[in-house]
């Protein structure tokens, strides 16, 4: 543990595509790290909590990032796994036989699940390049969306209504209360925009006809996140009805099936993960994904440091730390006072990355030393632009919510919800 719009499907949605120097991102689905390598069990297992994932609350709600609307239910949907004569496609029979073969499930009952699956053209557009000229990434004006007044104050509220859950997920997993408050407000407005497609839908039609055929890969991936999203339904922990993004993200931390499958948590004990109405789920299921993915204790995400003039030589453009601080040195990085340099563990003893930032309208880029826990950020979704505007939103509500204590109490206001 990748938090996986209209607004961002043009503009912000192109920088999570290529914002990151050398890996494609998941499309507003946040935890595609996870992957269709990750481990997963051959057979159910009883003793793993039931998962039960519903509608949300109020699919009419519109996020400032961009909102799927109603695009879903537009569609003009053809079967996703059978061919124009009624028959299962040879590619799907495959599919389902190896997933039979390698979990231990009824072919049967996959072929059942699969039976109703659609295909999604809306997905397709979604997902597929842009077509025309490229679209320059901009910094500031992804960072300007998402560090906006109206996230910073439901993140607050959010905050405030969940402050024993964040506060234990902060001793649980090592995770700061804003970090995990920011990945759900960048993910999902706090549950204001889970997402209205059906997942068995958007996988489907991912898995079988990804749009971009230069890119078998992602076919693979979503075909992973497929299997996982059968599997789970099978043991009966999700819905084949199950709601989520146009890639097939579910809840407020916007998981995906195999993320699910490994990284979610029963927060409130009542024998289900629901991360699209429980928030102690959702919180605690985004910490033990975030320490699961490298997140170390008392470290800052980016460490007090003024880089050389020439910092873009320093920039690799990977998703792991793999600079000593001596080394950063050695090319003329200094140190500054900060309160970030404070902490449990100090910021020089662990690997550090220098990230770019790039506004490429202008040819010019802001750089950032990175600790390992911005690199544990991009495992979530694999952005430099998406685990930048996490920490600076998070750095935004903690800020707004000392100011806020800070106040006499007569002046205090409530927080707008």
């Known amino acids: 543990m990748f938090t996986c719009r209209r607004l961002l499907q043009l503009g912000i949605m192109a920088a999570l595509l290529a914002g990151c120097s050398t890996a494609q991102h998941s499309p507003g689905a946040s935890a595609l790290a996870a992957g269709p390598n990750a481990p997963a069990p051959s057979v159910p297992d009883a003793s793993v909590p039931r998962i039960r994932i519903g509608p949300p609350p109020d699919q009419g709600a519109a996020s400032t990032i961009g909102s799927e609307g109603d695009a879903a239910a537009a569609d003009e949907q053809r079967s996703a796994v059978t061919t124009p004569d009624g028959r299962m496609r040879p590619d799907v029979q495959a599919f389902i036989q190896q997933l039979a073969t390698e979990r231990g499930l009824p072919a049967s009952q996959l072929s059942g699940a699969l039976a109703d699956a659609r295909f999604s053209p809306t997905v397709a557009r979604l997902i597929a390049p842009a077509p025309g000229r490229k679209i320059s990434r901009s910094w500031l ?52 925009n889970m997402g209205s497609f ?29 299997a996982d999203f059968l599997t789970l339904v099978l043991q009966g922990k999700l819905s084949l009805q199950t709601l989520g993004s146009y890639a097939g993200a579910i809840g407020m931390p916007q998981f995906m099936p195999g993320s699910i499958m490994r990284y979610a948590v029963d927060g409130d004990a009542d024998g289900h993960i629901d991360l699209a109405n429980s928030p102690r789920d959702a919180i605690l299921s985004v910490g033990n994904f975030l320490m699961q993915h490298g997140w170390e204790r008392g470290r800052p995400i980016f460490a007090p440091v003024a880089l050389p003039a020439d910092a873009a030589r320093l920039v690799d453009g990977g998703l792991a730390p793999t600079r000593t601080w001596p080394q950063l040195q050695a090319a003329g990085a200094t140190a500054i006072p900060s309160p970030m340099a404070t902490g449990d563990v100090s910021w020089q003893s662990g690997m550090l990355g220098v990230i770019d930032l790039p506004e490429e309208s202008a040819g010019t880029a802001e750089y950032r030393t990175a600790t390992v826990n911005f690199f544990a950020v991009t495992q979530y979704n694999r952005s430099y632009f998406y685990a930048a505007s996490v920490a600076d939103l998070a750095a935004a509500i903690q800020a707004r919510m000392r100011a806020v204590a800070a106040r006499p109490a007569q002046l205090n206001t409530p927080v707008e919800r």
């Open 198 to 226: 059906r997942v068995l839908d958007a996988l489907s039609t991912l898995a079988f006809d990804y749009p971009d055929p230069n890119k078998p890969e992602r076919a693979q991936m979503f075909q992973g996140q497929l």
């Open 141 to 192: 004006t992804y960072r300007s969306r998402v560090v906006e007044p109206k996230r910073i104050g439901w993140g607050m509220a959010f905050w405030q209504e969940n402050a024993d859950t964040l506060e234990l997920a902060q001793q649980r997993y090592g995770v700061p209360a804003s970090i995990i408050v920011a990945i759900i407000g960048v993910e999902t407005l706090y549950g204001r």
